[in-house]
């Protein structure tokens, strides 16, 4: 079993629902991630998604555009990213995922890639552009070096490509909350819960829902219908806001302290109500 | 010679549908109502009526006398996109889509512009046939193409200035996906190239090989033969495509991509010269990029080739060696344009003039029997400021 797979066995076991922070590597510099790293997962974040920056991702708000803008000013390559992951393993054994688009992989080398993922101790890739029909050629790979690749569902796929995009699913399912690109939101859509609960419903892996989570109250929705609340430009707007400040780390881990608290209140109280929350699941 | 692309939208190992799940619904739906108006006659029929009274086709192919005698060479024609309503080739797509659109009753036509031009025949054909339109456009190219802006903006479509990245074309297909992305439901996307995801690089070929299948017409009637040489300006590759499509299997007959040489080497536009296989919006193909996969910062005086990627199928046949690419500095393409101006009365796009440009260095090389076309993708009006501005500061 990979390491995400056991953290969402774990997660269900509690009766609990994962919170899953987003932050892009190298935004402000690697050596904030490293820490922030550190800080989220001491706060309670269960599986860490770390964005590899690109120059045009084109799935991204305005918010993580300039997170990547950061990261990039710099320079951050995916060998830093590498560089970076192999520095915390000394001390974590969080799961990770990296979060990308396809273009520095493919130009990295999709065997090479998986190859250096795995042993820098990565945990699963998930490449924003990169749709199941056009991801044979990688899958293989991190498949042969037992990374999960995780795919996405979206509010436009219909119950027959939700299907068949789950056979091939690993890990866990990534359904976007919104139609639309990633950013804070004030309210999610009204439809969410019916949505997910459709996918969850024929879903073989546990199901996270990410995409304009953004707030307490938001996770606090997602924790009553889905295994795990992703969080990204939320985070990266206290990072923008917090650039050059002391307590950057702090703010961002009184955030994520503050999310998880929002799941596990959710979670006792459906435990309550109706004795485990893992009952509910199919 | 295969059928391209094949059914997953590749042409070889490029093209392809790299795109977020949220898009891939709407291309399957995009690719499935393109293939069933292919082989209908009422759309076919509409296409044609649109494009002979509403576009003027076709457009003549020009033997460009004082141009020959002033090479020395080969005759020269030119294909004269430049006389298309609007003034570019650009329409023969946008005509093309906004069919598609209608077709599947979307209300509102987004699309990326560099030069403007695009943006000019998508604002066209939304007040054609009543739809709205939003335009995006780099910030840098809204001030270097201002006479393109005010008329999408007469043309009653909401201009989107992006500010982001080089605020060029790129930047422009970034925010135009992400607006589709948001609002697919009842947006159709009018990419205005041979770019971006699978059926795009298709539907976009064949909206524009009327071009070529006249051009074959044309220089038949004239010369009893197929010409000898094609010369195109490649930026995403739309009227280069255009153009060759038709001649792809003619071996005999050679195609000249003509790439933004910019200022040099660093400073270009030449995806298929100077890049690397890669992903960009939607398809794999020839990508200037750095060694880590970031794409490339580009330059070309001409706005509609300033541009890191290429139309997937271009990158396919440059492989196979079916057309050769060459680059055209911005000061040649200067050159290229006072040179049409001055032989033939035709002032051609910044873009145009740096297939013209080529032409300039090729045609005295061939024998008099030889016989090239010259694709004038479009008319300079636009360009006059910006050239103006680089001959001033270049002290020509």
Known sequence: ?282 | MPKLPDKHGHFGLYGGRYVAETLMPALLELEEVYRQCRTDSTFKRDLRALQREYIGRPTPLTFAARLTERLGGAKVYLKREDLCHTGAHKINNTIGQALLAKRMGKERLIAETGAGQHGVATATVAALFGFSCEVFMGREDTVRQAPNVFRMRLLGATLREVGSGSQTLKDAMNEALRDWIAHVAHTFYVIGTVAGPHPYPMLVRDFQSVIGRETKKQIVQREGRLPDYLIACVGGGSNAMGLFAPFLSATAVHMVAVEAGGIGAGRNAASMSNGYAGVLHGSKTYVLQDETGQIAATHSLAPGLDYPGVGPELSYWSDQQRLRCVTVQDAQAVEGMRLLAETEGIIPALESAHAVAHAATLVPQLPATAIVVINVSGRGDKDLQSVASFLDENAL
């Open chain 1, 1 to 282: 079993m990979t390491r995400i797979a056991d953290t969402f066995a774990q997660l269900r076991a509690r009766g609990e629902v994962g919170l899953i922070p987003f932050i892009t590597a190298g935004d402000p510099d690697i050596e904030t991630t490293f820490a922030l790293v550190h800080e989220m997962a001491r706060q309670g974040a269960d599986i860490i998604e770390l964005g590899v920056p690109f120059s045009d991702p084109m799935a991204d708000g305005p918010t993580l555009q300039r997170a990547a803008e950061r990261a990039l000013q710099h320079g951050t390559s995916l060998a830093h990213v590498f560089e970076l992951v192999r520095r915390v393993r000394r001390s974590l054994t969080i799961p990770i995922l990296l979060f990308g688009y396809y273009n520095p992989i493919w130009r990295y080398g999709g065997e090479r890639f998986a190859a250096d993922a795995r042993q820098a101790g990565v945990d699963g890739v998930l490449c924003v552009d990169l749709p199941p029909e056009e991801a044979e050629e990688l899958k293989r790979e991190t498949d042969r070096h037992d990374l999960d690749m995780i795919f996405l569902l979206a509010p436009t796929s219909s119950l027959d490509r939700a299907q068949r995009v789950l056979t091939r699913a690993r890990g866990f399912i990534y359904y976007v909350a919104v139609t639309g690109v990633t950013g804070v939101r004030t309210t999610l859509p009204a439809d969410l819960s019916d949505m997910v609960r459709r996918i969850r419903a024929i879903s073989p892996v546990p199901v996270g829902v990410g995409f304009g989570i953004s707030s307490s109250e938001h996770v606090a929705q997602v924790a009553g219908m889905a295994d795990a609340a992703i969080v990204g430009s939320a985070i990266s707007q206290v990072i923008e806001q917090s650039l050059g400040q002391p307590d950057l780390v702090a703010r961002v881990g009184a955030l994520v302290a503050e999310l998880k608290t929002a799941l596990r209140s959710i979670a006792a109280a459906t435990r309550n109500h109706t004795g485990t929350a893992s009952s509910s699941r199919s």
